[in-house]
């Protein structure tokens, strides 16, 4: 028998249809809510390099990012390889998959010399150990059938792909070596029948694998879950997913009638349509939704939204230019974006972490970006990732980190709305949370004075020196908080941080009146004393903060600097 699928969502099946098999949702679901969660993934493991610091069951992440345990993660005791955050876990990855690669990590320590494996070898090798490790290793059916189940209607078997990979070859040559490895390491009987088993395993996990990786809370890996891959991929998606330790949620991210296909979308589909397209080629099709046919950008995506209604509570509250942006296109054609993506993404990386090498690569993609920034298309890739890129660098820089908050507040402003439309997006949400760790450092420089003997920018530090930083943290964590719990679990960490910082700033005594406006505000974002203040004190002071970037952006370009000798 096939999964249970959870209630939310039904299979559609369509031989004559290039994607054969679609989720389509069995009722309305507005934009936020939950269709769906699946909790019981075939595969689910942290990436190789992180396997010491992630429990290998629930893959909670340790706060540690060293590659050793951390004293709250206990190593198995047999292969000193998987660790765990507690006996329960512990037993359950046992019986689940690790009784079976448990000897295996012996073999990895004696034939290389290390105590992981990467990520698509390992995920293989279990596989391998289900089906061959012996009468009824655990969730061999449920393998057999993921994997090589035919092509039935109702089979719940994976694609593969496995033709179009070998055309690309050498891609093909990288998943023939991983695939081998994945025998080798597993000890299963070898051969030719096993190892081509092995290739087509490693094809199928490439192409319905979903990637865990969320840099901002250390979270790795990959989560496989045979009903959620039927999901099909649109640059224009109404839904999203969020990942949990071990559970992926499938949310709404515009409204969802019901018979209607759920779709989210593999890549990154805010960038330029051909590195949307050259995304995608190792899924092998070509996208034709409504977006690639017309070949739209951000903002013409945006503009017929219907989720703009939304940011009535945001830091981008005003609908009017979200529906209408004031950029120029006359400036650049979307052939020369296209260009200059390509340029772009050429452009040498530092080797190290120099500095002055990382600021050389942010003047040389800046200039780069300069037609957009003359037609002001402040969303189009790649230039919000150019200025994101040299904020988050900025931001753990002892002598750049306050230039960092006017360009984080101008992201916010300028670019995610138009790049995410939903205010619940977990990008949006993240950089919210990222403003109110640079003002507490902010904060902190302007009580003690600090501020101006840092900073060679008047009007920033006149700014500062003047703004309610405590007011702003608090309006934005009760955003984080009003949003958080549509973009992701009740558990997410990022989420919970906001939770707890909220906690501290409302513990502070004197602040009753501001904290009294700001809950009024939250409750009721049209209370007449709530709005007026969240206007005067947050808002403004964020778009003045904001107003300041573009400046300092040029500063950089042309070499001047930006900290007082």
């Known amino acids: ?228 891959a039927m999901v099909n991929h649109s640059c224009v998606p109404n839904a999203f997913i969020g990942f949990d330790k071990r559970t992926a949620v499938l949310r709404a991210e515009r409204p969802i009638k019901e018979g209607e296909e759920i779709t989210i979308s593999y890549i990154d589909n805010t960038l330029p349509k051909a590195a949307r397209h050259e995304a995608l080629r190792l899924y092998h099709f070509l996208c034709d939704c409504f977006r690639c046919k017309d070949d739209l950008d951000v903002y013409e995506v945006c503009q017929s939204s219907p989720v703009i209604p939304l940011n009535s509570v945001s ?89 960092a908050l006017p360009l984080l507040c101008f992201l916010s402003i300028e670019c995610d709305p138009y790049k995410f439309v939903a205010p619940f997006m977990p990008w949006r949400i993240k950089n919210m949370v990222a403003i109110v760790k640079l003002l507490a450092v902010t904060g902190e420089f302007t009580a003690s004075g600090a501020l101006a003997t840092r900073c060679t920018h008047e009007g920033l530090v006149g700014t500062l020196a003047t703004a309610d930083q405590v007011s702003i943290c608090e309006a934005l964590l009760r955003l984080v908080v009003h949003h958080g719990s549509s973009s992701a679990s009740e558990d997410w960490d990022v989420l919970k941080q906001a939770k707890s910082m909220l906690e501290d700033v409302e513990s502070l005594e004197g602040r009753e009146q501001e904290s009294n406006l700001l809950r009024a505000w939250a409750k009721d974002p049209q209370d007449p004393e709530g709005a007026a203040f969240f206007e005067n004190q947050v808002l403004r002071p964020i778009q003045t903060l904001a107003g300041f970037a573009v400046e300092t952006l040029e500063a950089m370009l042309d070499g001047k600097s930006l900290v007082k000798k």
């Open 1 to 228: 028998m096939p999964p249970q699928l959870p209630a939310g969502v039904r299979i559609h099946n369509d031989p004559a249809s290039p994607k054969r098999r679609s989720l389509h949702a069995t009722q309305p679901f507005s934009p936020g809510s939950v269709i769906a969660t699946f909790t019981d993934p075939l595969l689910a493991l942290p990436d190789g390099a992180t396997m010491r610091t992630t429990c290998n069951y629930c893959l909670r992440t340790s706060s540690s990012l060293s590659s050793m345990p951390s004293p709250d993660l206990k190593a198995c005791t047999a292969c000193k390889a998987a660790v765990y955050c507690g006996p329960a876990c512990q037993r359950a990855h046992w019986k689940a998959t690790h009784r079976a690669e448990c000897k295996m990590f012996a073999r990895v320590r004696e034939q290389a010399g290390k105590d992981w494996l990467p990520t698509p070898v390992r995920a293989v090798a279990q596989v391998l150990l289900a089906l061959y490790g012996g009468k009824g290793a655990s969730g061999e059916g449920d393998v057999k059938r993921a994997f090589f189940g035919g092509h039935g209607e109702d089979d719940g078997g994976l694609e593969g792909n496995v033709e179009g990979f070998k055309k690309d070859e050498e891609v093909w040559k990288d998943l023939e070596l991983q695939a081998t490895a994945a025998v080798v390491y597993a000890g299963v009987l070898q051969g030719e029948e096993v190892l081509v088993k092995a290739r087509e395993i490693l094809c199928k996990i490439q192409t319905n694998a979903f990637n865990r990786l969320d840099a901002d809370t250390g979270m790795t890996g990959i989560f496989l879950d045979v009903r959620l």
């Open 315 to 403: 830091l981008q509250p005003d609908l009017a230019k979200l529906r209408d942006p004031l950029v120029d296109r006359s400036r650049v054609s979307k052939a020369e974006i296209e260009a200059i993506y390509k340029k772009w993404q050429v452009l040498a990386k530092p080797d190290g972490g120099d500095e002055k090498d990382h600021l050389k690569l942010a003047q040389e993609r800046w200039k780069l970006c300069q037609p957009l920034v003359e037609a002001k298309m402040w969303a189009i890739e790649p230039l919000p990732t150019t200025i994101q890129q040299l904020a988050t660098s900025w931001q753990t820089s002892y002598k750049m980190v306050v230039y």
